[in-house]
């Protein structure tokens, strides 16, 4: 049994819908549609999340609301309409929407969440009757009658525990179901959002709680490349990889999925497959948690810039017991989330993302650094790169970082920092932004072309 | 000016005393002599200090005195008599060596120190009376009045700040001065020792105090070589290296000199120069703060074993705030120093010392990890070396670690880790202890045969 879920450029009109549909009908393995809101037709186009959240923001400001009202309403009507769907449907997606006017704005901390959920769970209304109207035996399911039950936390809701027990029941309905992403139902009844890219989400939750054979995400990709197609030309795909080498990839750059989202399949051990809705018969990329040797020891290569790194050097700094742990609790009482923490003897980088840093956040750090651990020198660089080869095989083939090396010394790519953990699933390389397009492809050369 | 400090090999024997005299009679502008406790003189010998710790126990214990007292006399008197010193300086020592079994037991944390410190203490004496009857004007000046006033930390002794000042003062002395190393006075005139190895101390602090021009520190050996004698075979000889390099390579494995010693020259800007006092000739290994760029990225490779390892996982793991802090909060708490904490995304290792764990140790921070941090994975690894290659020039040449990591895919030797720090002054590499003399040799063949 597969749990299939859709993302926004998938459901964006009628002609991906029956796309949609033809995919579902050809695998009866597919039982569990997950959906989010319709997404962009073209490139101009609005999403239906976009659009609510400026429905909401209308809302709360008191500004005019039937236009943005209409030009949501008119989107899922066009598609409604060009599908041949009852047209009773529009006459309840209306009146949802208008309703959406009528909440309360005073003590509601979920107002926002109802709004930006009103994309999905409309959308799953309209997919199970289409997919009704079309022979499935389909139908709507809401996240409260799933048993999505979820914490008291608006846009950043979690699974309660005891849900799982509840999401299993949903193996013994009949039929395919029809669930919306992005949101669950709190235990008093509100309705409550995960974090951006939460449908994705909500299909992990149910492959995990189903204990799903497969949990299919169908993007508008043919799954994942070696290296990004902005900087290589016409990469290798990646038919499969791991759950950590894929978490090592999406860190740097590689961003199909949102890698929390992930948790739930990887810890109820469900693979995944990132298939693409406009190329169905492409095998995509399978994500497990492992797998078959490969020859080439590396499976993909990524780069990331915006880093920063604070280097610091004080004499005998290794002497001194809990140097490096000060260092790190002040950046914690700043609230700031550091990667890497890479070490000589008497000195010591923090590399963090660009954006943890404010300008007095600096000031700070540098002033304790300075004053309270005495340090001899301190500077900051900004302007860093991180670039990650990443395979689970790298472990049994001596010389990967040898060959890396090597392709960044002979184009010249001064490495500021490289760091290789005990795990040996990635080594990673600090490197100016500037080099990090030809770093990554003097790597991907290096890897994938020798 | 200079401050000339002679090890105990250096000062073992009349025929090694004399190698001193001539070296302090070539040279007018060292003026600052400090000695050691003569050391062995063959290699089944014992070093005076040994001998000493051996009476203070017997002193304690309330065993016989007299054939140790005699033994510490003896070796002293063999040498004043070899080189005609006049005679009445053995009985000034022998009073002081006997004097020590008059000390109080009770209530005097100084004892161990003033037995201790009475090696270098008669040394001095011996040595200015020698200079004296050849001709040189010297003297002995004990750490009391040449203004080496320390903490009330015995056999841990610290300079005070105000020392500086009264030292500043030798300046204006004539002559030579003869200083015992390793102890120096508190302010209620206690003799008090630094750490084992203070000597090097004794001469570091006089020569910052007095902005020495040099510190010239004289040893058995030709100064540094760029790889351990040991393992590679005649390995070329450093001139020049800075604190920062001597520092990097100290740390695995190099350790002509005691590293905390060099701190005060360190920090007073003295440059230091180690030489031979067989061989005052050979111009030794200097120390300094800056220094010429040079064709060789590298200056030299160290390496040291009994390194081990704590590698743990954790899905997400660099989301989490907080959780590289919390490891080292356990470690600081289990009084655990660390050298290095590689990281991956979801991983983090702890480098440390197989002498910093205990069994309990390692069953309290796996268990921590496990119950409080929630890792996924966790495991040890044993018989870990570390390799350093050191040098300041490595950052402006793009291409070391490349050469490094080629030399050693092409020995088959597995790196477990690597480590790049910003400073740029070492990359440190861990493999295992079977493949650390093979990975030096490797090594010095890449950066100093090819």
Known sequence: MKVTKFGGSSLASAEQLS???????????????????????????TKVTDSLIAYHDAYVTGAELSEIQNSIINRFKRIIEAL?????LIDIITKDILSLSQLPQEDNPYLYDTFLAAGENNNAKLVAEYFRQNGLKARYINPGQAGLIVSNEPQNARILPSSYDKMEKLREYEGILVIPGFFGI???NHICTFSRGGSDITGSLIAAATSADLYENFTDVDGMFAAHPGVVKNPHSIKELTYKEMRELAYAGFSVLHDEALIPAYRGQVPLVIKNTN??????????????TDKNPVVGISGDDKFISINMSKYLMNREVGFGRKVLQILEDLHIRWEHMPTGIDDLSIVIREREMTPIKEKEIL???THNLEVDEVSVTKNLSIIMI???????HVGVTATATKALSENKINITMISQGSSEVSVM?????????????ALYQAFFKE
């Not at 041949?84 to 009773?88: D, E």
């Open 186 to 188: 709190t235990a008093d």
């Open 429 to 441: 390389f600090v490197v100016n932004s500037k080099d990090e397009k030809k770093a990554i492809k």
């Open 19 to 45: 796309k949609v549909l033809e995919i579902i009908k050809s695998d009866k393995q597919r039982k569990f549609i997950v959906v989010s809101a319709p997404g962009k037709e073209n490139p101009v186009d």
């Open 390 to 396: 990443v395979g689970e095989n790298m472990k049994s």
């Open 367 to 369: 002033t304790y650094l």
């Open 279 to 292: 190329n169905p018969s492409h095998p995509g990329t399978k994500i497990v948690l492992e797998r078959s």
């Open 84 to 88: 041949q769907i009852n047209p009773k």
